[in-house]
């Protein structure tokens, strides 16, 4: 947020910067079971953030746009996101809760996760993001990004000298509904982007075609 003289970044990510709390249990728990957290570990995350930090890293320009909350949260992630390689200009803060993680990990390395808090959920672009996105070579963008979010910028990627977009269906459509990125825009998703990344899980359910078919 300090940095807004930056120069246009090469790349800007769009989505999530949160902060994650790990719990190493027994088990992951059928419907009104239970386990026990062996260990328990925070750190910071979000695909976006993620995606941003990894790429300033490798020494690319890379900015975030993000929204997090007035809260103890935001503060945290703000301080984590200033001290790293990512262009903080685009991140703001508004009313409402970080958006943070509870994720529990077996020892077989399978999850359950559970998102909360509406700074994502209430993000929208911006001027200034829109101007940032045109410049970028490239932009990033998390199926976790609100609809109207991620419609706009395939918008922009399909303009002439629009950047290559580079999509990540993050999560199974069930989960996106209603604060993510809606099936009709991701078909528009699959026509426009330079690079579309998925996982198992995420993958069958917008093919609505289950691993045993």
Do not use: K, Q
Not at 16 to 45: I, K, S
Not at 81 to 95: D, H, M, Q
Not at 172 to 180: A, D, M, N, T, Y
């Amino acid at each position: 947020m300090a940095d807004s003289a930056d120069p246009s970044p090469e790349v800007v990510a769009v989505g999530a910067a949160t902060v994650d709390r790990f719990y190493d249990v027994t088990n992951l728990p059928d419907p009104d079971g239970g386990a026990f957290a062996r260990e328990a570990t925070e750190r910071f995350g979000g695909v976006g953030a993620n995606v941003a930090t990894g790429l300033g890293r490798l020494g690319r320009h890379a900015a975030l746009i993000a929204r997090i909350g007035w809260d103890d949260l935001g503060d945290r992630v703000l301080a984590d996101l200033e001290a790293g390689p990512v262009s903080t200009a685009l991140v703001r803060r508004a009313a409402g809760t970080t958006t943070h993680c509870v994720i529990l990990r077996d020892d077989a390395g399978e999850r359950m996760i559970v998102t909360a808090g509406d700074s994502t959920v209430r993000l929208r672009l911006n001027d200034d993001d829109r101007a940032a996105i045109r410049a970028a070579d490239a932009v990033f963008v998390t199926a976790y990004a609100p609809d109207p979010v991620t419609a706009e910028i395939v918008d922009i990627a399909t303009e002439d000298d629009g950047p290559a977009l580079a999509f990540d269906l993050s999560g199974p459509l069930e989960e996106l509904r209603g604060r993510g990125t809606e099936p009709s825009t991701i078909d528009h998703v699959v026509e426009t982007a330079s690079l579309f990344v998925t996982a198992e899980v995420a993958a069958e359910s917008y093919l609505d075609c289950p691993a045993e078919a």
